[in-house]
């Protein structure tokens, strides 16, 4: 009996092993396609339809794999950055939801600027497969849509931050100086009654450029950001167009924003998952918003 039980626990084993390469064989396919269909994904692995949507499922739980009518999308991992790691995990399903929440505010064929906050990548998650042009600073959002045959991408040059992996600088800010974008999407460090704050000297002046850059402006920012300042003052709060953030904003704040001429759009947090967390729950999510006022 206890050689059964070994024989069974090495055999489970050599599976999971065969399970995890075929996934690694299945990501990297995508991601070198942008897309793949069911029976492309069948053809390439030589398994079942069955196995391949198990797979799929796993794989869109980890947020690498999108799936659409038909196949698969390429979505990208949780960018490996410092600031990254140390960032994502906090207030994380109050993010995911406000990410929904922005992100479905954002039209087809509309060029959009996307900074390098933990809140907009996600916000850049939930935009794969759109039919938009992307301008960033960011390359971890910039991997994101290198292979997207739908979208345009624009990455701005400059000097990269280790940490983050934002590009910052005066030829980033050069180059926003001569675009005009539909919308830009920032996070802030920091929300005070006087305006957005930014934790980086030289990544402030860079979204002052992506402020004058944007035909509107949407921040994306959890209720703990306000009433807190940064380093370094962006700008005021009638700068900014449509404000997302969650049920935890205190209704003094709510009344701030509202007497600023700010649309105020509230969410509720979405469920955490124990690992990576359940991809799908960004388009559950979206039908959660609870509007202050109507953009």
């Known amino acids: 009996m206890v050689a059964f039980s070994h024989t069974a626990l090495s055999l489970w084993e050599f599976l999971g092993v065969q399970t995890r390469q075929r996934r690694s064989r299945l990501i990297d396919f995508v991601r070198v396609r942008g897309f793949a269909s069911l029976d492309d994904l069948v053809r390439e692995l030589g398994v079942s339809e069955s196995t391949i949507r198990r797979d799929l499922d796993a794989l869109e739980e980890q947020g690498t794999a999108r799936r659409t009518h038909g196949g698969v999308l390429y979505a990208g991992g949780h ?17 995911r939801a406000i990410a929904a929440a922005a992100a479905e505010r954002i039209h087809d064929g509309e060029t959009v600027l996307l900074d390098g906050g933990t809140t907009t990548y996600e916000v850049a998650r939930l935009l794969v497969g759109r039919s938009i042009q992307v301008v960033t600073n960011s390359l971890p959002v910039a991997n994101l849509f290198a292979s997207e ?61 992506m402020l004058r850059a944007a035909g509107q402006v949407f921040v994306v920012a959890d209720s703990s950001k306000f009433g807190r300042k940064s380093l370094t003052f962006v700008s005021g709060l ?16 709510r009344q701030q924003i509202a007497a600023a001429g700010v649309d105020l759009v509230v969410v509720e947090p979405a469920p955490l998952e124990p690992l990576d967390g359940d991809h799908d729950s960004h388009r559950d999510d979206r039908s959660k918003p609870s509007r202050e006022r109507h953009a």
């Open 79 to 95: 960018a490996r950055l410092p600031e990254f790691d140390e960032r994502q995990p906090a207030h994380w399903g109050a993010k």
């Open 149 to 209: 045959s739908r979208a345009d991408l624009v990455l701005l040059g400059g000097y990269v931050s280790p940490r983050t992996g934002v590009c910052l600088g005066p030829y980033a800010n050069e180059l926003l100086g001569r675009l005009h974008v539909t919308t830009t999407v920032l996070s802030a460090a920091g929300i005070t009654a006087e305006g957005l704050y930014n934790a980086h000297l030289l990544l402030a002046e860079t979204e002052q450029a």
């Open 238 to 253: 009638d700068s900014i167009d449509l404000l997302v953030s969650d049920t935890g904003l205190s209704e003094e704040w």
